[in-house]
């Protein structure tokens, strides 16, 4: 992935704009879980300024280079990695347009205006790494199906407007995806707390007779848009090789492919951070009359933090061109890349912390936040367990986990 001008200009602009409109108050925010409101706030804005988003207008060009999802998951999660997740992990939203005319009658007006907020609700109390065998089903009553179940550690589920739920439906005996919109079917939730990435508002979800249109099935979704003429390229704002992948691989793993390589460089911009500060406190702080970075240790943390940083990077970026290319490998390298970056994230900010002494562990700092928000990479998405049996199940054809 190059650094052309339209991708290096939208990435300055972020940076920019995330220095001056939200760094400010990241530590203030960080507290607790933003509330609906501020997080429609941030969306409209950033829709406004920034042309990031999931609303029709701006989505196309925002998705269609998958670089700008990159940029832009690294530059903000090294501002805030709790507003990255929260925007993120609203994708779901931009199924509304292809769903039944019911939630289409009641979603798409906040979809148009960035005022909707939506989730991928898969992991169960039972089931969270074992994706595959899931508690939640989906019975066929008519036009609609019949979801019960409960889901657990979603991002967004506290304030979502639209859940993407990953249920067994019993006339397929298969594992389905199922658009359920608060209105028409509504879920109820509650909220969970966490060391890091405090801000994102994470939750279950009880999924009790909930009746969904047969039409918000995303298999259905696909196939009538397929009937009516049109391609999954036409539906989705991304490129048509990447389009590929959806029909490639399942469409849980293709998204998964996509998250991992999000949250590979959301690690990557948590690293970027630690190492920014790191080096900006060891070209200040003193100790046996000189400058702690004349230290030959110290520089030998910078070395390793900055290798793995750029490691990081580089693995995450060569995934977004394989994901681009529609490539057999990017499931593989978007495993790789996750792994990765989100075990290495932990490392640098943990020697970010030593470089800062007593200061690295004060709140006056950054350093603690950085550290807790990488604590928790390792685990959503698939634990970095899982990213290597997959590696592992790519490069051999091998399954270690089914
Ligand atoms: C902050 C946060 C946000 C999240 N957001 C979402 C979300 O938006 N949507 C969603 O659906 N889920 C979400 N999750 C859930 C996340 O995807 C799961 O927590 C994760 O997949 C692990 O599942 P688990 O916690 O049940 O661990 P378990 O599956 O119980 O695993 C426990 C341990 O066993 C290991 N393990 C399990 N199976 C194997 C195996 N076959 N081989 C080797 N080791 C194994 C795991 O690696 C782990 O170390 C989120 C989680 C967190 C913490």
Redesign the pocket.
Known sequence: MKLNDERRFFRDSLREFLEEEIAPDVEEKDQEALSKEEVIDYQTTMKEQLGIGFSPDVAEDYWGDLAFYGIGSEEISRVWPSLN?TLN?SFPAMFVEYASDETKDAMMGKLESAEIIG?????????????VHLGTTAEPDGDEYVLNGQ???????PIADVMLV?AHNSETDAREMFLVDQENSPFETSK?E?I??KA?P?GEVYLDDVRVPRDNNLSVMISNAVKEGNNLGEMLPYPDSVVDLFFELKPLNAIFAFMRTGMALMATGISQAALEDSVEYAQERESFGKKIGEHQLIQEKLYNMKAQTEASRRLAYHAIDLLSEADPDARLMSSLAKGYACEKCNEVTYEGIQIHGAMGLSEEYPLERYHRDAR?MT????????Q??IVGNEMLGMS??S
């Open positions: 997740v992990m989730g991928l609700a898969v992991s169960e109390p039972k089931s969270g790494t074992d994706t889901k657990t550690w979603v991002s967004n589920a990953a969970l966490k890091g990435w994102s994470t928790v685990i959503p998405d698939g634990t970095t367990e899982v290597k049996l270690a986990y």
